[in-house]
């Protein structure tokens, strides 16, 4: 059985890799078609008079003045750090219904569960703070994250707690990417939202810390399962980036 496991996530992996790839390339060639777009609308487009009725007044006002890169990065953030709490929601339900009973690892299951219930909630705020686009995949993130977790949790406690270490090895690291970025804006708002993102940081360090106390290089073929894990994670930040 964890050989099915292990050989279905690394399908899965793969999969999310060749979606990444696919819109990475579709993402140039729209960049490169919108650039041509424009530089025809430019030279086509005659000004508008004086009586036309502005952008401005049907299209809603960002709540920032900030510049249109910063802008997208933004929202780029918002919309992956939704989805990424989203999947680690769906992952912990997963663990909690296979290992929910055991009186060891389901306390602990469901204390990291309950924070990420809050993360969630928070950036389902944030998004419709900032008028953001929410991602299209919910769906699949939440199948995709209750597959991982209870997978995961049919191997074994360690082996849970395995996928728990890798999950939040990256979305750590990727925390501490955002408030490098988060840095270089100087806005009231975007501070608030800084010490968001570090605290939300600061308790998935916490779930590693948790993850490693209670034995998770000890799962079947660690390397192999938290390898996977980890590259499926970095795939599916970069997807829910873009869509």
């Not at 279905?8 to 579709?26: M, Y």
């Not at 487009?45 to 006002?61: E, L, R």
């Not at 389901?106 to 953001?132: A, N």
Request: net charge neutral; proline share 5%; aromatic share 4%.
């Amino acid at each position: 059985m964890a050989s099915s496991l292990l050989n279905s996530l690394k399908r899965t992996t793969a999969s999310l890799l060749l979606t990444q790839s696919r819109l990475a390339s579709a993402t140039t060639t729209r960049a490169l078609s919108t650039t041509a777009l424009t530089r025809q609308a430019t030279t086509s487009t005659p000004p508008p008079s004086a009586d036309s009725p502005s952008s401005t007044d049907s299209a809603p006002v960002p709540p920032l003045k900030l510049s249109k890169e910063q802008r997208e990065l933004l929202e780029e953030m918002i919309r992956v750090d939704q989805a990424g709490e989203l999947g680690a929601n769906w992952i912990y339900r997963g663990q909690y219904a296979v290992l929910g009973s055991d009186k060891k690892v389901g306390p602990l299951l469901q204390h990291m569960w309950d924070q990420e219930k809050h993360h969630l909630k928070v950036f389902d705020g944030i998004v419709s703070q900032y008028r953001v686009r929410p991602t299209a995949l919910r769906p699949i993130w939440e199948m995709a994250g209750f597959a991982l977790g209870a997978g995961t949790a049919l191997l074994g406690k360690e082996a849970a707690m395995a996928c728990t270490e890798a999950v939040e090895t990256v979305i750590g690291g990727h925390y501490n990417d955002q408030l490098r970025e988060l840095l270089k804006i100087d806005h009231p708002d975007i501070a608030e939202l800084r010490k968001v993102v570090k605290q939300f940081r600061d308790d998935e360090l916490e779930h590693l810390e948790t993850a490693l106390e209670h034995d998770a290089h000890k799962a079947p073929q660690h390397e192999l399962l938290s390898n996977a894990i980890k590259q499926g994670c970095k795939a599916a930040i970069w997807i829910s980036s873009k869509v």
